[in-house]
């Protein structure tokens, strides 16, 4: 295994053909992003489509993350033909709750109850924060704002309103018949857009259970100070997480941004959870082919930090070179990685033990198998799976031996390739132990993962046909044996 940190790319007109989708992967890409906010279904049932079979022509296994689009509020639209209307620090404007045509008087913004949520003295923050008004006054049918950052404002803008309380709930309508989309279409995983707390999680995971079928994994993007002080309770009941630190960046001042980084990364490895660093890594590459020395910077920091995965978002949708971004992102994780697995965040795993008693058994497990890695001369760790918790508790300890996930079906084994260090193989289980483990091993040589004769330590549960067990079982083995 040449890198242990994975790369998510994100899907768009330029990397949507299922020709720069094999691009894409032959460069390094790990796990594909469809953003539920862009393109019709139609458009996005034909891109998982593709994605599908281009990882088969590329003999993958290739998670898809469908992100849901959340409750963003948005400016107005401009009028037709216009590219950007000025707007002028000191300036006074009118804000409207409704999507009306913004002008250089009057800005509409799609979010009904925004007359209810901002009082005098609020802050409204538009496109990504490069505009920032101060609420004057509120009215029955507009608010007063004087401009105190001026700029360019295009149509259909993001807008914040930094410690407003926002109603509405965390699954907008749209959201939930995305959701129903992604079920039907067999995604491997959710992201969840502004999210406070584990509820909001709950809630989805209600509506994609109503949908029946294969279910989704849950990442939680983490975006508002709400979802920043509720940290542990949301990751707690999500299947991963993101540092989604452009709306993170405008809620939070940005000097804020690298200590909530590095929190965020911090929790989610001492859990055992897979996450993401994400936004801007790469932003310069949407329109130059060479990286900025300070992007590359940004990626290795990340990787130094702990992240499972590193994000391309318009560098790969919209950009004018998505190979070169992910070759250029995939060059600087090796370099980083060239002093073996990044281990910051292990101490702290060392130091939290499961509350309840099974976990601490299974957990336990986990390090022996950890520390058996780095001790003898195993070449890699083989972890037979359920559900996937097994494998990703060994890799929170990011031991030196990469993990081969066994799995029993496609859709864990496609979920576990987004968890650092791991790649996954589908094996049908049966009863007797020592022929799951000769096929297994067969499987993972044949898979060119390692070679006949090498040793592995195997990690597991018996009885191997058991629905989802304790694991109880750690063993030495010569592969092809």
């Known amino acids: 295994m040449e890198r242990r940190v994975k790369i998510v790319a994100t899907l768009g007109p330029a990397s949507g053909s299922s020709e720069r989708l094999g691009q894409l992967l032959e460069a390094g890409v790990d796990v594909f992003r ?23 022509r590329a003999g993958r296994r290739v998670p898809i993350l469908f992100d849901l689009r959340g409750l963003k509020i948005r400016s107005g639209p401009l009028a037709e033909g216009a590219g950007a209307v000025p ?35 609020s802050r409204i923050l538009i496109s ?8 004057e006054r509120v009215g029955s049918d507009h608010a007063v704002t004087t401009v105190s950052r001026g700029g360019q404002l295009m149509g259909k803008q993001g807008v914040t309103l930094p410690g407003a309380p926002i109603k509405g709930g965390a699954l907008t309508d749209a959201d939930k018949d995305d959701v129903a989309f992604a079920v039907a279409h067999g995604v491997d995983y959710l992201g969840l857009s502004f999210i406070n707390d584990a509820g909001d999680l709950q809630l989805a995971r209600d509506v994609a259970l109503a949908c029946g079928g294969a279910q989704p994994g849950l990442v939680a993007k ?5 979802a920043l002080a509720n940290l542990r309770e949301i990751a707690g009941s999500a299947d991963g997480v993101m540092v989604a630190r452009g709306d993170l960046g405008v809620q939070l001042p940005p000097e804020r941004v690298p ?30 082919p060479v990286a900025t020395r300070a992007e590359t910077s940004d990626v290795a920091n990340a990787v130094w930090d702990g992240t499972d995965a590193v994000m391309l978002s318009a560098e790969t949708a919209v950009g004018k070179y998505p190979v070169e971004a992910v070759l250029t992102m995939d060059r600087i994780i090796k370099e980083v990685e060239k002093e073996g697995p990044i281990r910051s965040q292990s101490a702290a795993a060392m130091a939290t ?9 299974a957990d336990a497990i986990a390090r ?59 094996v049908e289980v049966e009863e007797n132990p020592d022929s799951v483990f000769r096929k297994a091993g067969q499987t993972i040589i044949e898979a060119g993962l390692a070679e006949e004769g090498e040793y592995a330590l195997i990690v597991g549960s018996l009885p191997m046909t058991q629905k989802a067990g304790q694991t109880n079982l750690v063993h030495v083995r010569k592969l092809g044996t």
């Open 34 to 56: 469809i953003n539920a906010a862009h393109g019709s279904a139609d458009d996005r049932a034909l891109l998982i489509q593709r994605v599908r079979g281009a990882a088969e």
């Open 87 to 121: 707007i002028a620090r000191g300036s006074r404007l009118r804000l409207v709750a409704s999507p009306i045509q913004t002008t250089t008087e009057v800005i509409g913004i799609d979010y009904p109850l925004l007359l209810d949520v901002i009082a005098e003295g």
């Open 128 to 135: 990504d924060g490069l505009i920032e008004l101060l609420v």
């Open 222 to 226: 983490i975006e508002r100070p709400e």
């Open 259 to 288: 200590r909530a980084q590095k929190e965020i990364i911090g929790v989610a490895n001492q859990m055992g959870l897979p996450v993401i660093t994400a936004t801007q890594m790469l932003e310069s590459m949407i329109t130059q």
């Open 353 to 361: 033990l499961p509350d309840d008693a099974s976990a601490r058994f």
């Open 368 to 426: 022996a198998a950890f520390a058996l890695g780095d001790q003898t001369p195993a070449g890699l760790l083989v972890v037979f799976t359920k559900t996937g918790s097994a494998v990703r508790r060994i890799a929170k300890y990011r031991p030196g031996p990469p993990i081969i996930a066994v799995a029993d079906n496609e859709l864990v084994a496609r979920r576990l390739q987004m968890v650092w260090g791991v790649e996954s193989v589908v």
